[in-house]
């Protein structure tokens, strides 16, 4: 054993007045043992201690990194809502300083509108001591709106209550869920509702506080020829016009849809037939005065009106579309036969020789048809043809048909497509269907080398092979974009022979020749 030990023993024994000859050599010896063991123990317990010091801070170092540096934003504010510790996450979205927002009640960065929803929710952290999770606005420094979702759980330390906040920013989140909603209830060309948020509105809307409730449906005319002659994008931007235009006229309290490729239907709450009509009236007369390709354009409307809860809407909806399609019926000659008109004045209009000749085509090619022995029926029927010819041409563009010197490759190919379109669009009337394929055909050669089908002799129509001579003729003889210099009568004459058998009737240019020569 330690002699200092001992000695420090007995000094101690000393100070209490205890007799050393009370104790003897072996109690000393045993008293020393023990308290060395004491000792030891303290040390210990002491490096324990210090161990556990030093883990405790290196965890309370870990906890204010993880707090401090964490990306989601974290706040830590007393029971009356007083900021008392923050991240830099959150000093970010607050966009301020963290001396500035300390001490801050919290309430301040909630938006007013979700004031009341925070503090219930503070309270049931307080009071149950759970979790408890909400969704708000935050308002930050600079004004600017975040839609968070709060976290908030109960924390208590040294008889103290405090929560602490997690702000979870679901802004971006929102919007593009918000973004998707509208994509499954929006037509995507128009961005008007859809036939889905149609029938969700018609259920929602039928109760008495609406009535008399008016369903009214339109149908664009023309939109197949618009397709036909132009491409669908011309058919989209249509139907996209025609979309802008039932804006305009509606109200916004009125459920605009497009349920169909041409049809759309209009709820229209508190209101009544007469009213319904005047409405009707008004989007008729509305798009009477809009173009598209300066093509008119026309609309057929049906319109039926639920008074009371014993009718039914469906029965409403289907007497709205039978008198919609009723008023289309009824219209749809006249009105197809105007889109005919209107393209035909619009292409004179691009082209001034484009009127002159297609009447000179038409003045000869009657004469060819009286030597030929037509019948009345079928020279009104070339006639309308040669008149009609190259309607197909309103949907080139002019700085093809205009264009000086010989066409490409690619400008002929698109210039000879106009066959099929004045096909497609006169086909789609029946007062012009039986004319359409004498238009097809008329640029077909006898030989099998023409377009657009490659038809040898007798497949092709009798007239689409007059119209082929004529039109061949009128051509040479005339001045042209890609030829200042038109050929002499004889000239044109001699073309015609020389090709009289390949790509003319020899019948039809012989005929042609004799009405032609003075």
Excluded at 372 to 381: D, L
Aim: proline content about 3%; hydrophobic content about 35%; some cysteine.
């Amino acid at each position: 054993m330690n002699d200092q030990l001992k000695d420090k023993i007995k000094a101690v024994l000393r100070e209490d007045n205890i007799e050393l000859e009370d104790l003897t050599q072996q109690s000393i010896d045993e008293l020393a043992q023990q308290i060395s063991v004491y000792h030891q123990e303290l040390y210990y317990q002491n490096q324990e201690l210090l161990r556990t010091q030093s883990s405790l801070r290196d965890s309370e170092n870990m906890f204010k990194s993880l707090f401090y540096n964490a990306p989601i934003p974290y706040v830590i504010y007393d029971e009356h809502g007083t900021i008392l510790m923050l991240n830099h996450s959150f000093e970010t979205l607050i966009n301020d300083r963290e001396a500035n927002i300390i001490r801050q009640d919290i309430a301040k960065y909630v938006h007013v509108n979700d004031q009341d929803q925070f503090y219930i929710g503070t309270r049931k952290v307080l009071k149950n001591k759970t979790p408890v999770e909400i969704e708000i606005i935050l308002v930050n420094s600079q004004q600017q709106h975040f839609d968070i979702q709060m976290t908030s759980s109960y924390w208590k330390h040294d008889n103290q209550s405090f929560i602490l906040s997690a702000l979870l920013n679901i802004t971006e989140l929102n919007n593009r869920t918000k973004e998707i909603e509208q994509l499954s209830i929006r037509d995507q060309l128009t961005d008007l509702f859809n036939r889905r948020y149609y029938e969700n509105a018609i259920v929602k809307i039928d109760n008495e506080l609406n009535y008399p409730i008016t369903i009214m449906m339109a149908d664009v005319n023309g939109l197949k020829i618009f397709n036909d002659t132009f491409g669908h994008e011309v058919g989209d931007e249509l139907l996209r016009v025609f979309s802008q235009s039932l804006k305009s006229v509606f109200r916004e309290n009125e459920i605009i849809t497009r349920t169909g490729g041409d049809e759309f239907v209009v709820i229209l709450p508190r209101c009544n037939e007469v009213e319904a009509e005047q409405i009707a009236n008004r989007l008729i007369k509305k798009i009477e005065n809009v173009e598209v390709n300066k093509i008119k354009l026309s609309v057929a409307v049906g319109y039926a009106t639920k008074e009371n809860a014993h009718q039914h809407l469906e029965q409403i909806h289907s007497l709205a579309e039978n008198r919609m399609y009723r008023n289309k019926t009824f219209m749809r000659e006249s009105k197809r036969n105007q889109i005919i008109t209107s393209m035909l004045q619009t292409l004179h209009e691009r082209f001034p020789n484009e009127k002159q000749h297609s009447e000179r085509i038409s003045e000869l090619s009657v004469k060819v048809a009286n030597e030929m022995n037509f019948s009345p029926y079928k020279i009104n029927r070339l006639k309308t043809a040669c008149l009609l010819h190259d309607i197909g041409k309103i949907a080139i563009e002019s700085s093809i048909l205009n264009k000086e010197g010989p066409l490409d490759k690619q400008e002929r190919e698109i210039v000879q497509k106009h066959p099929e379109i004045g096909y497609r669009i006169l086909k789609s009337v029946p007062e012009f269907s039986s004319v359409a394929e004498i238009i097809l055909f008329h640029h077909e050669r006898v030989d099998g080398k023409g377009y657009p089908e490659g038809l040898t002799d007798k497949s092709i129509p009798i007239e689409s092979k007059i119209i082929s001579v004529v039109d061949s003729y009128d051509a040479m003889v005339s001045s042209r974009p890609y030829r200042k210099n038109p050929l002499t009568h004889q000239q044109a004459i001699n073309e015609l022979i020389t090709n009289s058998g390949t790509q003319f009737d020899k019948n039809i240019v012989n005929i042609f020749i004799k009405i032609i020569t003075p």
